[in-house]
């Protein structure tokens, strides 16, 4: 891990600087894939492009409904990068979400997510009431989970990804030249795709659990 000293001295952290190029990398890339796009007669890029999106969109609206397509958008884009940090190991970069101050503003900005969904759906009046549903016996656990939440998905994407870090970095160790390919196929591709489609998954289904009636 490094600091880099910027910005009138102060310090920005290395995983800081790996989602900036990430940012830079999808920006350019989105920039590319949606030139010259055609109403007839598309490219294969651009099929290629539909089809993904189209994809992404479906499996989200399968969960939310149409009342939760507003939300879609954001998803999408924490899927994106998400699934990128995690992969960008094997360029040589350190994951961002080996950090827990990420994996911390990730699930905050989830949970803040989740809880407006339900105050946008309810009003102020009813989505108080929710927590005293379906008894107002359990009102002070409703309203652990608003800590609860957040937790739960920061933990649970920085406990996975930093214990494939450290089983790929002990099995480097052991044999560096072949024995880390086949183990990295797993921990780095397969695992990093695994987590997150886990946290953006539970973000939906919080936030199916708050626009419904």
């Known amino acids: 891990m490094f600091n880099i000293p910027i910005f009138g001295g102060i310090p920005v952290g290395e995983s800081v ?3 900036w190029i990430i940012m830079a990398a999808l920006t350019i890339l989105s920039i590319i894939l949606v030139r010259n ?3 007839e007669n598309p490219g294969r890029k651009q099929l290629a492009l539909e089809a993904s ?18 939300y879609i958008p954001y998803l999408i884009s924490t899927a994106l990068y998400i699934g ?15 950090d827990l101050n990420v994996t911390a503003a990730l699930a905050l900005m989830s949970v803040f997510l989740i809880y407006y969904s339900g105050f946008h759906k309810k009003g102020g009046k009813g989505f108080l009431k929710s927590f005293a549903e379906p008894m107002p016996l359990v009102a002070p656990i409703n309203i652990m989970e608003i800590a609860i939440r957040p937790v739960s998905l920061c933990m649970r994407l920085f406990g996975n990804v930093i214990g494939s870090f450290v089983i790929m970095e002990l099995l480097k160790t052991v044999m560096p030249v072949l024995l880390p390919i086949p183990f990295s196929l797993y921990f780095d591709v397969f695992d990093g795709l695994i987590q997150t489609y886990v946290f953006v998954f539970l973000t939906s289904l919080f936030v199916k659990e708050q626009i419904e009636d």
């Open 84 to 98: 990128v940090a995690n992969l960008i190991g094997l360029l040589g970069f350190k994951p961002p979400t080996k």
């Open 17 to 19: 600087v790996v989602t």
């Open 37 to 39: 796009l055609k109403v």
């Open 53 to 70: 999106i189209g994809f992404l969109n479906d499996f989200f609206t399968d969960i939310l409904g149409e009342e939760g397509k507003r």
